[in-house]
C-alpha cells in the first residue's frame, strides 16, 4: 500500500507528520489520511497524485514510483 510506504519511510528518516507538513505546506491530517489509504481528502485525482509527488519527495521516495504504485493500487 502506498499509504504504508510513504510512512515507513518518513519514519525512518525521523520525520514526524509535523515534519512533513511544513517540508509540503500540506496539513497535516490529509497527510495522515494518505498514509492511512486515505485519499478523499486530498479533492480530486490530480491533487492525491500532486499530494504523493510532495510527500514522496519530502520523505526521500522516488516519486514516479509512487505515484505509479497509487495508479496501480487504484485499479
Not at 518518513?10 to 485519499?39: C, M, N, W, Y
Not at 514522496?56 to 505509479?68: F, R, S, T
Request: net charge negative.
Amino acid at each position: 500500500m502506498v499509504g504504508e510506504r510513504l510512512a515507513l519511510a518518513r519514519q525512518a528518516h525521523g520525520l514526524s507528520i509535523e515534519d512533513v507538513a511544513t517540508r509540503t505546506k500540506l496539513r497535516p491530517r490529509i497527510i495522515e489520511a494518505i498514509e492511512a489509504g486515505e485519499f478523499d481528502l486530498s479533492g480530486g485525482e490530480v491533487y492525491v497524485i500532486g499530494h504523493l509527488r510532495m510527500i514522496a519527495d519530502a520523505v526521500g521516495e522516488d516519486a514516479e514510483d509512487v505515484v505509479q504504485e497509487y495508479r496501480h493500487q487504484r485499479r
